[in-house]
């Protein structure tokens, strides 16, 4: 990865462009330009990919609680102070720092979800991957295998049959190791230190990055957690994991802290749970369409109170 700092020039350059292609006001005549600029040389494309990644990263933050960016519909001053901004940080970081800092794999994904969003993928096999919340994949085929990469979030993997002789393994990867699936049905999930597995039909086999020796066959009706160093005791999987692929959250005599943790994945900013109320027990299905509903039906059905900042920032406490 390239260390340098991308000549001041260039980012200003980008930081330019961005804007232009994004005021709603761009032509032909300025989409060719512009990729004229982008190919002049290495360092043009390095100051383009830089900027459209932080502004991706803005972009994300609800709007009242943001400054202006490059993409919403702006005052002139506004866009004026959000290039400004964005050329500053551009201008000041090398581009290794922000490679270590940034989510660019996330970004540049094949295919991603935002925040409350899910997706049906449709691969060339046959395979179909149901995204959750917030996700991030690649998929790379190619004469030897068929490989999904899991860069954040939660899937629903339905493999299909490989109509090649011999039928390419179909693997997907995590931060923390391999899964070979054998015509199965399983989701699986990255958080933090460890990734989750539950397998629906078939089998799957899961390999921690660090310990190959240690793989584990999981069949049907099983699931386990895994770290890159080794897979914690199997248990019996839960079938109700997969119903968020239906838009439905439930909960069988779940922790109130564990089920507000699980609801702010599928919505924008902060929820958290007050820990004076964390042990109540929550139970009940729940639409994942419509959390302020959600939240509104807990002040009902526990002796507990939602507290709201703003739209973005809320606490579940007691009544």
């Known amino acids: 990865m390239n260390d340098t700092p991308i000549n001041p020039a260039i980012i200003r350059e980008a930081a330019t462009w ?3 292609l994004h005021g709603g006001e761009a032509t032909e005549a300025d989409q060719r330009a512009w990729q004229r600029w982008r190919s002049r040389s290495p360092e043009h494309q ?17 709007a009242e609680l943001a400054m202006p960016v490059l993409d919403r519909p702006v005052s002139y ?3 004026r102070t959000a290039l400004k901004a964005l050329s500053l940080l551009l201008t000041a970081a090398p581009a290794a720092w922000l490679a270590t800092r940034l989510p660019w794999e996330e970004w540049t994904a094949d295919y991603q979800t935002g925040t409350g969003e899910q997706r049906d993928v449709a691969l060339a096999d046959g395979s179909r991957l149901m995204l959750n919340t917030a996700s991030a994949v690649d ?3 190619d004469a ?20 090649r002789f011999p039928a390419r393994p179909f693997l997907v990867q995590t931060r923390h190791g391999m899964l070979r699936a054998r015509d199965t049905r399983f989701d699986v999930r990255q958080e933090g230190m460890r ?9 799957v086999e899961v390999v921690p990055q660090k310990s190959a020796g240690m793989a584990l066959l999981l069949k049907a009706g099983q699931q386990c957690v895994f770290t890159a160093k080794g897979v914690e005791p199997v248990q019996q999987a839960d079938g109700s994991l997969a119903l968020w692929s239906q838009g439905v959250l439930v909960a069988d005599k779940m922790r109130l802290a564990d089920f507000v943790d699980e609801l702010a994945r599928y919505r924008h900013g902060r929820l958290i749970c007050d820990p004076a109320v964390a042990e109540q027990r929550v139970s009940g299905a729940f639409q994942l369409n419509d959390t302020d509903q959600v939240l509104f039906l807990l002040s009902k059905v526990l002796p507990v109170r939602v507290e709201k900042i703003s739209r973005y920032w809320v606490t579940v406490t007691k009544a």
């Open 195 to 203: 990734s989750h597995v539950a397998v629906f039909e078939g089998a």
């Open 18 to 20: 961005l804007m232009t």
């Open 139 to 141: 998929v790379k085929f």
């Open 46 to 62: 390095r100051a383009w990919m830089c900027a459209q990644k932080i502004n991706s990263a803005f972009s994300d933050i609800p």
């Open 144 to 163: 030897a295998q068929r490989l999904v990469r899991l860069y954040t979030g939660e899937m629903l993997v339905t493999t299909g049959r490989d109509q």
């Open 77 to 79: 001053q506004q866009r």
